[in-house]
């Protein structure tokens, strides 16, 4: 089992920064794949960004590309973290983090992932 848990959601306006924070427990996961989605109300959960169980490889949605930056650090526990920049009020939602035992490089859909953390909010103000 891994747990997963998020941090550093909150209110900011458009045009600022916020970053956040998944720590993972339990089960090591420095081998894992990890990503970022989103949730917006009303919408079906999209993914953002992901990165490879090294950190060497990482992907994004096309609407966060050159705004958002994902990374981690495995050097004890592994954490992930998205750094979330130019923020605008379509970024508005509940951000998720994923693991995915699977695949090293993980993916883009919802299925490739094995864990969930509880997700934070983020809302950004126009």
């Known amino acids: 089992q891994v747990q997963l848990v998020e941090s550093g959601g909150g209110l900011v306006q458009a045009g600022g920064s916020l970053k956040l924070s998944c720590a993972a427990s339990g089960r090591t996961c420095s081998s894992c794949a990890m990503g970022w989605f989103r949730q917006a109300p009303g919408k079906e959960r999209e993914f953002v960004a992901g990165?490879?169980?090294?950190?060497?490889?990482?992907?994004y949605a096309d609407s966060v590309k050159g705004r958002f930056t994902i990374s981690r650090d495995n050097a004890e526990n592994t954490e992930v973290y998205l750094q979330m920049n130019s923020l605008k009020p379509e970024d508005t939602a509940v951000y998720y983090c994923a693991a995915d035992l699977r695949q090293p490089r993980g993916g883009t859909y919802i299925d490739d992932y094995d864990y969930w953390g509880q997700g934070t909010q983020v809302t950004v103000s126009s």
């Open positions: 990165i490879s169980w090294n950190g060497s490889f990482t992907y």
